[in-house]
């Protein structure tokens, strides 16, 4: 690090403008729907089973159903935010490169402001990033609907030891269900998502509403991802276990340490992660003045700033949810369990 020059312009030589640190924070950006579902997906089907498993003095099985839920959440979770997200990104880069054809003027005003280009406005950056934030939000029903129905599926492929009479069968028949029906072989089409997304992103942007909630928020870009991941674990949290309580194929005496579990984990995550969350980035204001001094004349400056943003919160809940309250919720969901069913003895 090297001060010059009689304003103190910093010239930092180090790696604040790292090639590889750059790109990662560009890609985040860009695709922070695909970054946050990637490593939820690698926490939920390699750490959080880690750690499950390593929990002291807990039901085996109780462990068994706890794996086989962070596994089936963890791929769900990535195929089908995947799924939404990929079209969804693609719409806005094709919107950025002829935006008069998809953003009417009423959109254009609202998003340009103080001399600005498009694409430089902080309100138009903003509202890409709130668009990019929100497929993990919009698919959390259905991720949790389809991942509670495959534990059953999971606990059998992962634990095939397992006695015989304590199988859920999981016939072919078993598994045609109408919650699975649009990803059947025969009736997936890919044909149509891009051009579906750049239709409704085009409207969302078009859309008053929108517009005027991206004026009164867009200072409050720091906190998006934050934002969106809380919300999207609290509506998983609830639909997982409305569905854990409804399903027909996970053993009674399994489903409350399920249920516990994910509610000791969500609970403590939500508030936990907040709250770290909004330490980390107190005290990351001064790392990101510096790396501004680092990057001054860099034109995707603000995009990796961007990026810092959304990889800060998403490994703060991730390696919380994930890394840390495992072990911690499956040995309190057990305890529990066995409170209540001496509690009704």
Do not use: W
Not at 119 to 132: D, E, G, H, R, V
């Amino acid at each position: 690090m090297k001060i010059t020059g009689p304003d103190n312009v910093i010239n930092f030589k180090s790696g604040l403008n790292n090639k590889f640190l750059l790109k990662s924070l560009e890609t985040a950006a860009n695709h922070p729907a695909s970054f946050i579902a990637g490593t939820t997906f690698i926490m939920s089907v390699f750490v959080r089973p880690a750690c499950v498993a390593l929990t002291p003095k807990t039901d085996k099985e109780n462990k068994k159903y706890a794996i086989a839920d962070s596994i089936s959440s963890g791929l769900i979770k990535f195929a089908i935010a995947e799924l939404v997200a990929l079209p969804v990104e693609n719409a806005i880069n094709h919107i950025n490169k002829n935006p008069q054809n998809y953003i009417n003027d009423n959109a254009l005003k609202c998003f340009t402001q103080n001399g600005k280009t498009l694409l430089n406005s902080k309100n138009y950056k903003f509202a890409q990033q709130l668009i990019k934030n929100t497929p993990p939000l919009i698919t959390a029903i259905p991720k949790s609907v389809i991942a509670v129905a495959l534990i059953p599926f999971f606990m059998n492929k992962l634990f095939p030891e397992r006695n015989k009479r304590e199988k859920n069968n999981y016939s072919q028949k078993d598994a045609y269900n109408p919650v699975f029906a649009p990803f059947y072989k025969d009736n997936v089409s890919f044909k149509g998502f891009n051009n579906t997304a750049l239709k409704g992103v085009s409207k969302v942007l078009n859309a008053s509403a929108f517009q005027n909630f991206v004026e009164k928020h867009s200072q409050n870009d720091a906190n998006i991802t934050r934002n969106m991941t809380i919300a999207t674990d609290i509506l998983l949290a609830i639909s997982s276990v409305i569905r854990t309580k409804k399903s027909k194929k996970i053993k009674e005496d399994r489903k409350n340490p399920l249920i516990y579990n994910k509610i000791i984990t969500t609970a403590i995550s939500v508030f936990g992660g907040y709250k770290i969350d909004k330490m980390i980035q107190n005290n990351t204001k001064a790392f990101i003045e510096k790396f501004r001094q680092a990057n001054i004349n860099n034109p995707k400056l603000d995009k990796y700033i961007q990026g810092i943003n959304v990889i800060r919160p998403t490994l703060v809940f991730a390696i919380l949810y994930y890394g840390i309250l495992p072990i911690l919720s499956t040995f309190t969901a057990d305890k529990a369990d066995k409170i209540h069913k001496k509690s009704k003895i």
